[in-house]
Structure formats: C-alpha cells, structure tokens
C-alpha cells in the first residue's frame, strides 16, 4: 500500500500518543512540525535549538524512529534556522507550490490552481480543514469539494463515504457515487484518503459520539487489509 509521511507537533502527539504509535506501526514517517504551530522566525538560535530538540525527541520517543525531516509551520523559517536545523540532522521540507485554499475561493478555482502546480516531485500544499478559523469566516472553503474536483482532474473516480449529516450541501449533484457503508466501499478502492472531523461537528451532534463514528468510518487495521 501507499506510505505517507506525517509532519507532527509533538504537543499534540504528546496528547495522541496511541496515534503516532499506529501511524508508526502501519509503516508511514513520523517526522517534526514543531513543538506547537507558532512560527519560529522570532526566536533566537538557543530558542531555535531548543523547540528542534524538544519537539524531535518528543517524536522519535513516540514513533520508536529517530527524526530526520523538519517542516516548519507556515513553511517559515531563516536563512540561520535552516542552517541550525542541518547541524541538528534535519533536512527541512517545503512546499513547492500552494493553491490558496484558506482564501475561501470558490473549490474549482482551488483545483484549478492546484492542477496547475503539478510538475514531478511537487509539493502541493492543501489544508482538510481551517484549524482556528471560525466556520463564518471560511468563504467558500471546502476541501471535500476541491478533492473530489481535483481527483477528477487527474482522471480519479471518486466514491465519498461518510454519514448522512456529514456528506456535503449539493452532493447529490456531483458526479460522485456516494455511500455510508466503508466496509463495503473499501475492497473496491485503489486508494483512500481520509478527511479529519473538524472540531465543531464534533460537538454538534452531527453523529452519536466520537467513539461510534470512529468505529463505522475510522481506518483501523482490519479495514487496511480489505
């Protein structure tokens, strides 16, 4: 199967630690983002020093693997930072292109900027959802919609599962097939990406609890072999 690398800030795998350890055990990279997702640009070289330590250490005792990769947040940091984080044994990874997504531009103006970016050995950045933002001040954002538009772009037939309450406003008009069952989807699928919950549906009763929605749509060892 496809193996991806995931970029952590270690206060949050500090608060997840089972997740690093299963994101470790399915054969995926478990490398830095930070301590936290403030922008480092401020901080002096024994502050940089610090947070590189801290936040890899962090990670390299939750994953069982050392850290050897470092993408900053906000894909910010000096000239002398990236220096410092080379002697420290991290190579620093930087998208090479973004689309523009936390603009609140329409998805099929995202696709198309993202579509546009492609070359071989892009980085493309994207976000699955606005972290921080409030729901009223994302415009347009909708990153079901853009992955559906850009997926199609590059020749994908799309299949979104999830429960009712959740399936986008106006789905029935994509040239989507839609379904609530994973399991029955799953077998079929060349490949699956998986979008985050955003923390107000999660208390919004948009279904049961966490805990059932983990269990019907949350991809767990048993479903990676189907």
């Not at 800030?9 to 930070?34: K, M, N, Q, T």
């Not at 002096?44 to 936040?55: F, K, V």
């Not at 250490?57 to 410092?84: H, K």
Request: aromatic share 8%.
């Amino acid at each position: 199967g496809a193996r991806a690398t995931f970029f952590l800030l270690s206060e949050s795998a500090e608060r997840h630690p089972r997740l690093v350890g299963d994101i470790a055990a399915a054969g995926h990279g478990v490398e830095l983002h930070g301590v936290d997702h403030r922008s480092i640009t401020g901080l002096d070289a024994r502050e940089t020093r610090e947070m590189l330590r801290r936040g890899s250490e962090t990670i390299a005792d939750l994953s069982g693997s050392p850290v050897r990769l470092y993408r900053p947040a906000y894909g910010a940091l000096t000239a002398d930072q990236a220096r410092l984080a080379h002697e420290m044994g991290l190579d620093t990874v930087i998208w090479s292109a973004w689309a523009r997504d936390w603009e609140g531009t329409a998805p099929a103006r995202v696709a198309e900027r993202a579509a546009g970016a492609f070359h071989p050995g892009a980085i493309l950045l994207l976000h699955d959802t606005l972290a921080g933002v409030a729901p009223r001040d994302r415009g347009a954002f909708d990153s079901a919609a853009t992955t559906d538009l850009l997926l199609r772009t590059l020749g994908a037939e799309v299949t979104l599962v999830a429960p009712p309450t959740l399936f986008p406003v106006g789905v029935e008009g994509w040239p989507v097939e839609t379904s609530y069952d994973l399991d029955a989807v799953l077998p079929k699928a060349d490949a699956v990406m998986m979008l985050r919950v955003q923390a107000e549906r999660m208390n919004a009763s948009y279904f049961p609890s966490v805990r059932e929605y983990s269990r019907r749509y949350g991809l767990d060892a048993r479903r990676v072999g189907l």
